[in-house]
C-alpha cells in the first residue's frame, strides 16, 4: 500500500523555525522527484518547494526563498521541509506529493504561525 505520511507541523511564533517530514512506503522513492504544497483556507494549493530524483535540483515559490530548504534521504525514504523564519502568512496545511511513473499525494500537516 503507498503511505505518505506528514509530521512536523504545529503552532510556532512568528520568527521561529519548524522541520516537516514525510515518510514513505509501498513506491520505489528514488525514482520520484518529491514536493511540498501549501493550502491556506479560501485559497489555492500552492508549489512551495520541489527536489529532484535525478540530480537533486531544487526550486522554491519566491515567497519562501532564502527561508525554507527541501531535502530528502533515499535510504529512509523521506523528504523533508526546514522552514526558519516563519511569517503568518506561512499558515497553512501542508502537503508532500511525490512524483514519478504515478503521482501520490499526503493528507497534510497543519502549519499555524501566530503569537
Known amino acids: 500500500q503507498v503511505r505518505l505520511v506528514e509530521s512536523g507541523g504545529g503552532l510556532v511564533q512568528p520568527g521561529g523555525s519548524l522541520r516537516l517530514s514525510c515518510a514513505t512506503s509501498g513506491f520505489t522513492f528514488i525514482t520520484y522527484g518529491m514536493s511540498w504544497y501549501r493550502q491556506a483556507p479560501g485559497k489555492e494549493r500552492e508549489l512551495v518547494a520541489s527536489?529532484?530524483?535525478?540530480?537533486?535540483?531544487?526550486n522554491y515559490a519566491d515567497s519562501v526563498k532564502g527561508r525554507f530548504t527541501i531535502s530528502k534521504d533515499n535510504a529512509k525514504s523521506t523528504a523533508y521541509l526546514q522552514m526558519n523564519s516563519l511569517k503568518r502568512e506561512d499558515t497553512a496545511m501542508y502537503y508532500c506529493?511525490?512524483?514519478?511513473?504515478?503521482?501520490?499525494w499526503g493528507q497534510g500537516t497543519q502549519v499555524t504561525v501566530s503569537s
Open positions: 527536489i529532484t530524483n535525478v540530480g537533486q535540483r531544487t
Open positions: 506529493k511525490a512524483a514519478g511513473p504515478w503521482i501520490y
